[in-house]
């Protein structure tokens, strides 16, 4: 019977520190368990080692799993944005976008000339034609107001970058 299960961490896959011993109680043949576990020991090594043993109640330790995982906290490229009056009621709204392969999507934030609180009128996700240029028209203007915008760009890791600011009326 599993008493433990021991995890360990590893910069460079021959070192290992301790993360936790968890103590493990099967529900119905199956152990769930959860490690919390504060990455800035890492300090800035991008990649790092995993490694889970099992450790029974005799004291016998099971083959150790291993898997390697690396780090991602690039933001992704700054998005460039720009805005035209399409009508009285809408502004149409273009920007570029970086191709990196973990680019989840964007939020789009206006808010009214001379407010300080930006709020989210959009979430788009990537385009699955890697496509470059966005468009989103913003029908919900009101004429002879002012508008700021930008765009944040986030990855698949939270990574996130936003865009210039685009005042229009």
């Not at 433990?4 to 590893?10: E, G, N, T």
């Not at 390697?68 to 460039?80: G, L, M, N």
């Amino acid at each position: 019977e599993v008493e433990v299960l021991r995890a360990s961490y590893s910069t460079d896959g021959a070192n290992w520190q301790t993360i936790s011993d968890i103590s493990v109680n099967a529900q119905n043949g199956v152990y769930p368990i959860n490690v919390d576990w504060n990455t800035i020991n890492l300090g800035t090594e991008k990649q790092f080692y995993l490694k889970a043993v099992c450790v029974d109640v005799s004291g016998n330790i099971s083959e150790e799993v291993t898997r390697t995982y690396t780090i991602d906290d690039v933001a992704p490229e700054t998005s460039d944005l720009t805005a035209t009056v399409k009508e009285q009621s809408a502004i149409e709204l273009n920007w570029t976008s970086g191709q990196e392969e973990d680019l989840a999507g964007f939020y789009l934030y206006r808010r009214s000339a001379g407010e300080t609180k930006d709020n989210s009128i959009c979430v788009l996700q990537k385009s699955a034609e890697d496509k470059e240029q966005y468009t989103f028209e913003d029908t919900t203007v009101q004429s002879l107001t002012g508008y700021i915008y930008f765009v944040r760009s986030i990855d698949k890791y939270g990574n996130s970058a936003d865009s210039n600011e685009v005042m229009i009326t």
